[in-house]
């Protein structure tokens, strides 16, 4: 009979039954975090729960920056629509309004993103993965029946920001205040495009900081409850970058434009409260809610220790969430039905303030109407049939939560001083580092796919025949449609006065020139005398520079 060993505790006993049946393989999440096989109380010290965990609301909001949070106010459901015309944005803007969504958020097509009209582009890209909009005639269309004072708008709209100048006297035309406006300029945040979204990159480095400074000013003084800036960490993750990378990265970024603004005059309880952020949500469901639960903390305590902010607005790190499209894949897309209703509930538990779910064919393109349908619906169900909302931050407290939540913090900490370092993040930026960074990081993981050490369901295993994994046609904007929005922005065009556009656009390069004036308010008056969004981004792209990212090998 052989002696089975003693054990002086219910632990010892666990590690030796473990150590017997276990494969001995290391687990690390994404963000290189070595994880434990179990977690304990011994894990996290419960004497620093005022200090690290707390009560939603208050300080250090790792649980949430609204005291009722979900059990108060719902978070917005803004699913990014484009596609087509402004016609054909409209529609589908309604028919998801009526099918859950509670705020407009509009993406353009690839030829507005890149400063463009579309007659300066192949035809054959026009709306195909956006809504094409180059004049306020445009964008009345698109906005057709919204009401601008009620609705919450998300302006997918990078440097020098035509598309909001468009709401802007679109609203102005309605007779619509601009201190009614709310919503956010989604795509503000030049760093970002630099890193990580050379499309977007219409102006050199120093030009887009110059127009997201007097964008930011403007607005902070006519349009008050707008959000001029959201700090874009969804890029970087989808560029390669780990979650901590990211939130490391963005709050770096974060941190160098509340500098900015300082040294531009504005006291930082008088605009850091509508700065709001932008994330990616990854399948990694823990790492994500830790990632979030840390972002909260570092956030209020580097705004409060570095700049002296002391109003509780202004420390709120508000967020919007965009289930992640690095995840979806092409292979089996109907799998992406559960990645996106995952990445989903990571956000919620997380806490987010609004978020967009992916619809299951956006590996292949924009997406259908019926897909769209199908991620708001998935919103719905996991808003009122889970029960994920019944209680706040409900894994608050759990050990490898709290655990995880501290680790994350350092490791993003960990960029941050690394970043500061190195003069700040528009240094950083323009050296490379965070380039080569985020290159290296999605290597290692692009890596780990390829050797099967990191699955994908459907793509490294459990593949099906190819001829059983046929991917359905990509939908393409009606010609005729297309061909009628040509015809518009030709009469546009033609019917305008030419001296005024040409005092409109030379009063442009004038305040382009001159440090004191402000940039954005001349495209607005550029636009009010019939400028395009196409002729904007020209004229300022001659006066300020051409966007030309930086390439790290």
Do not use: K, M, N
């Given at each position: 009979m052989i002696d089975e060993p003693k054990c002086a505790t219910k632990q010892e006993a666990w590690e030796l039954e473990f150590a017997a049946s276990a494969s001995g393989k290391k687990r690390v999440n994404r963000s290189g975090i070595e994880l434990k096989p179990i977690y304990t109380p011994d894990d996290w010290d419960a004497s620093r729960f005022d200090a690290n965990v707390g009560?939603?609301?208050?300080?250090p909001y790792a649980r949430g920056i609204y005291p009722a949070m979900?059990?108060?106010?719902?978070?917005?459901r803004r699913m990014l629509i484009g596609f087509g015309t402004p016609e054909d944005f409209n529609r589908r803007q309604r028919e998801m309004l009526a099918s859950g969504t509670t705020a407009v958020n509009f993406i353009p097509c690839n030829s507005v993103f890149r400063g463009y009209d579309i007659d300066e582009v192949d035809p054959l890209l026009v709306g195909t993965c956006g809504t094409a909009v180059n004049t306020l005639d445009d964008m009345r269309i698109a906005l057709d029946g919204i009401d601008l004072g009620n609705a919450s708008i998300g302006m997918n709209d990078p440097s020098p920001f035509t598309l909001f100048a468009f709401v802007l006297l679109l609203a102005e035309e309605r007779g619509t205040p601009w201190a009614a406006l709310r919503g956010t300029s989604n795509q503000s945040d030049y760093i970002s495009?630099?890193?990580a979204n050379h499309m977007f990159y219409r102006l050199s480095l120093d030009g887009a900081r110059r127009v997201l400074r007097d964008h930011i000013l403007f607005v902070n003084r006519h349009a008050p409850r707008w959000n001029p800036l959201s700090i874009v960490g969804q890029h970087m993750q989808q560029a390669g970058a780990t979650p901590a990378q990211a939130l490391g990265f963005t709050l770096s970024s974060a941190l160098y434009y509340v500098d900015q603004c300082c040294q531009a005059g504005l006291p930082i309880d008088d605009f850091v409260y509508r700065f709001t952020f932008f994330f990616d949500v990854s399948i990694s469901l823990f790492e994500e809610v830790a990632k979030f639960r840390a972002g909260r903390r570092l956030w209020s305590r580097l705004l409060k220790e570095r700049f002296g902010a002391r109003n509780p607005r202004s420390l709120r790190f508000k967020f919007h969430a965009q289930t992640s499209g690095v995840d979806l894949t092409r292979q089996q897309p109907l799998n992406n039905i559960a990645r996106v209703a995952l990445q989903g509930m990571a956000a919620i538990l997380g806490g987010m303030q609004s978020l967009h779910t992916d619809a299951y064919d956006e590996a292949l393109a924009t997406p259908?109407?019926?897909t769209a349908r199908i991620a708001i619906m998935t919103q719905n169900i996991l808003a009122e049939e889970t029960g994920l909302t019944d209680v706040i931050d409900p894994l608050g407290g759990a050990w490898y939560i709290e655990s995880l939540t501290d680790e994350m913090e350092d490791k993003a900490l960990e960029v941050i001083h690394r970043v500061d370092a190195l003069g700040g993040m528009f240094e950083a930026v323009r050296s490379g580092y965070v380039q080569r960074v985020i290159g290296e990081s999605a290597r290692q993981f692009q890596a780990?796919?390829?050797?099967?050490?990191?699955?994908?369901?459907g793509v490294n295993k459990y593949r099906l025949p190819d001829h059983l994994d046929r991917a359905k046609p990509i939908p393409r904007p009606d010609p005729e449609a297309v061909n009628r929005q040509y015809d518009r922005l030709r009469r546009y065009k033609s019917n305008r006065s030419q001296s005024a556009l040409e005092r409109g656009l030379d009063d442009l390069s004038r305040t382009a020139e001159d440090p004191a004036a402000n940039v954005y308010s001349a495209v607005i008056d550029a636009i009010?005398?019939?400028?395009?969004?196409?002729?904007?981004?020209g004229r300022l792209r001659r006066d300020l520079g051409f966007g030309q990212p930086l390439h790290v090998p």
């Open positions: 009560y939603p609301g208050q300080e979900y059990l108060g106010q719902d978070w917005s495009h630099f890193v259908s109407e019926e780990r796919v390829e050797s099967g050490e990191q699955t994908v369901v009010r005398r019939g400028a395009t969004h196409g002729e904007v981004v």
